[in-house]
């Protein structure tokens, strides 16, 4: 079967930086996309990564590691507003994209 | 930059009636999706579409079916709601490959089945 793995929720102080993890497993790999989604509103698009290495905008940074069907979200200098969940979701050969059930980040002062 | 609307942001209806969610977007995408977003289990897949009057089933799509009769528009019927049917359902659309794959998703709609 397809499968995402991502913790459930994760806590993090106003300021720190914060790591959020994503396993993959999918029938062939087109693209790994992270979503942000506040509660009770619609995901919206973070990042995209097809190529193995480090992508960066702004505060966020995404990671993908093909070889170890790995990737993750990095979040530096913390807002409250980050609190959301993060959603990680794989495209796979079919172009499906197959989705985790997200991470729950709670933003402490 | 892509808008996809959603007909309703809140709807409540009762077991066994009939409900439509209307989906629209305005970037021209040929692709089209309806997915549902439950607590812990993240979104499921009910039906997608890749063009006009074209539908295929998604991971769930018992008790659901869908109209897509113009490009922007992509409608899911529940044909007779049921209170496992409660949920927030979100449509989503995309174009292109690679980063383009991008779904953009409209507001999600909030039904409640009584």
């Known amino acids: 079967g397809q499968n995402i793995d991502q913790p459930t929720e994760m806590t993090a102080t106003e300021g720190a930086i914060v790591q959020i993890n994503c396993t993959y497993q999918?029938?062939?790999?087109?693209?790994l996309f992270w979503y942000q989604q506040h509660a009770g509103e619609a995901p919206t698009f973070l990042s995209y990564?097809?190529l193995d290495g480090l992508e960066e905008k702004g505060r966020f940074s995404s990671f993908l590691s093909r070889s170890k069907g790995y990737s993750y979200l990095l979040l530096k200098e913390l807002q409250m507003k980050d609190s959301a969940s993060y959603l990680c979701?794989?495209?796979?050969?079919?172009?499906?994209?197959?989705w985790g059930a997200g991470t729950k980040l709670i933003i402490k002062p | 930059d892509v808008k996809v609307t959603q007909s309703s942001r809140y709807l409540v209806k009762r077991t066994g009636e009939k409900v439509f969610l209307e989906c629209v977007q305005d970037?021209?995408?040929?692709?089209m999706f309806w997915y549902r977003q439950d607590p812990g289990l993240g979104l499921r897949l009910i039906y997608f579409?890749?063009?006009?009057?074209?539908?295929e089933k998604g991971d769930i799509p018992e008790g659901y079916s869908v109209s897509r009769e113009k490009k922007e528009r992509f409608s899911l019927i529940l044909e007779s709601a049921s209170t496992n049917q409660t949920s927030m359902y979100l449509c989503a659309s995309r174009s292109g490959t690679g980063e383009s794959e991008t779904q953009y998703f409209g507001p999600g709609t909030r039904l409640l089945v009584l």
């Open positions: 970037m021209d995408h040929e692709n």
């Open positions: 979701a794989v495209l796979n050969s079919n172009y499906q994209l197959i």
């Open positions: 579409s890749y063009d006009v009057k074209m539908k």
């Open positions: 999918t029938s062939g790999f087109n693209g």
């Open positions: 990564n097809v």
